[in-house]
């Protein structure tokens, strides 16, 4: 049953009306596809079992809101992963902590494919940038981080020597996550460090200009304590302020650079200190509102007014 363990971790509690993807190379080459209802996890086993010794088969690591393998189709990720290619990537991650739920062995040299079930599903955005982390930290290969990323599943083979190599299962937990306990300490990628670029409910912020702006340049740490009275802990994080997430760990990370603010790996929300007054106050952010936005911020962590 340690296939069907493997499935059941990887579409989490995804209800019925999504897919599971399944590709595999066909004797006349190119690679066929087909789609399974996602609470099907016999049939899709059952499938992986008979066509595994005899083609390469891959695995859609997101379910599917519709039967398509692109990104587009991918609206929640209930794991994190990192394609561990080469003996550095498997050294660091047996240092690794925490050790991932899921180890699959893909028949390739001592390569490996570790994941790390979630409490809570993430969008595309936020899973790539986690698994970007992660990659990063390891030395695993950046090229799947994506939301739409297939690999090989256990009791397959790998058909890429000479002879066919078995894909197995090296360890499978029943262990589940929060993001911020698996990449909430590791850092972006150099490319991407300081950015927030793929958190799109950034919308209400303003552009940083050093200087411009008093509000803009209190440091995360001090807004977020003064605004919510919780205390930022010596790890960087805090339970989420938001007042419509029962955060049961402290997800939220709160950075010391402005220009980064907070971000909670629970929720998948963030932003800059603009991005919190407006959650906790309901005060939007456009015209006469931001005014109002503005004086509600200056006046528990200025306590001055703005001028109008």
Known sequence: MSLECYLNALYGSEPAGAYIELRGRRPTGGM?????????????????????????????VAPRCREQGTRAAVEHVHVLWADCDG????????????????????????????????????CPDHAERA???????????????????????????????????SVTLRRCEAEVFT?????????????????????????????????????????????????TGERVGRDGKVRCPLPDHEDRTPSCAVYDDPERGWYCF????????YDL????????TRGEDFKRLQMWIAQRLLNTPVAA
């Not at 050294?91 to 994941?115: D, T």
């Not at 670029?197 to 008093?214: F, K, N």
């Not at 629970?266 to 800059?272: A, I, M």
């Not at 007054?277 to 939007?284: E, W």
Request: proline share 12%.
């Open 277 to 284: 007054a407006t959650a906790l106050s309901g005060i939007g």
């Open 87 to 122: 003996d550095a990537a498997v050294e660091a991650l047996r240092a690794f902590r925490p050790l991932p739920a899921i180890v699959v062995a893909s028949g390739s040299g001592g390569n490996v494919h570790a994941y790390w079930p979630l409490f809570d599903p993430l």
């Open 32 to 60: 066929g596809q087909v789609f399974y209802p996602v609470r099907d996890v016999a049939t899709v086993a059952s499938t992986i079992r008979r066509r595994g010794p005899a083609t390469d088969v891959y695995l859609g």
């Open 131 to 165: 698994n970007r982390r992660l990659a990063h930290a390891l030395g695993a290969d950046p090229r799947c981080a994506d939301a739409a990323r297939i690999l090989r599943p256990p009791e397959t083979c790998n058909h890429k020597g000479a002879s066919p190599a």
């Open 266 to 273: 629970g929720c998948g929300r963030g932003g800059s200190v």
């Open 179 to 227: 993001p911020a306990e698996v990449v909430g300490r590791l850092p972006d990628p150099p490319e991407a460090a300081g950015e927030l670029r793929d958190l799109p409910q950034r919308g209400a912020s303003r552009p940083h200009v050093p200087g411009a702006d008093p509000l803009l340049e209190i440091a995360p740490a001090v807004y977020v304590e003064v605004m």
